[in-house]
């Protein structure tokens, strides 16, 4: 037979499982971001495109963008 808990340790039990998961969320998140030193040596290595230019009309581009 199952034993039954009492109301105040079934709430206790609940609290202590929803703040060790949140807890183990919260620390879980905030590991995976990189450091602001990571992204720039990843920054620094890739090549920049200007994207300023205006369009040339031999240029395929998208047919919403008018014609310059």
Same mark, same amino acid.
């Given at each position: 037979?199952? =034993?039954?808990?009492? &109301? &105040?340790? =079934?709430l206790i039990v609940l /609290? $202590?499982?929803? %703040? $060790?998961t949140g807890f183990f969320l919260f620390t879980g998140s905030a590991a995976a971001e990189p450091t %602001? %030193?990571?992204i720039y @040596? !990843? %920054?620094k !290595? &890739?090549?920049f495109v @200007? $994207? !300023?230019h205006t369009f040339d009309t031999e240029i395929p581009?998208?047919?919403g /963008?008018? &014609?310059?």
């Open positions: 037979m199952i =034993a039954r808990l009492s &109301k &105040k340790r =079934a /609290f $202590l499982g929803v %703040l $060790l %602001l %030193l990571e @040596d !990843t %920054l !290595t &890739k090549e @200007d $994207l !300023t581009h998208w047919p /963008f008018p &014609k310059e």
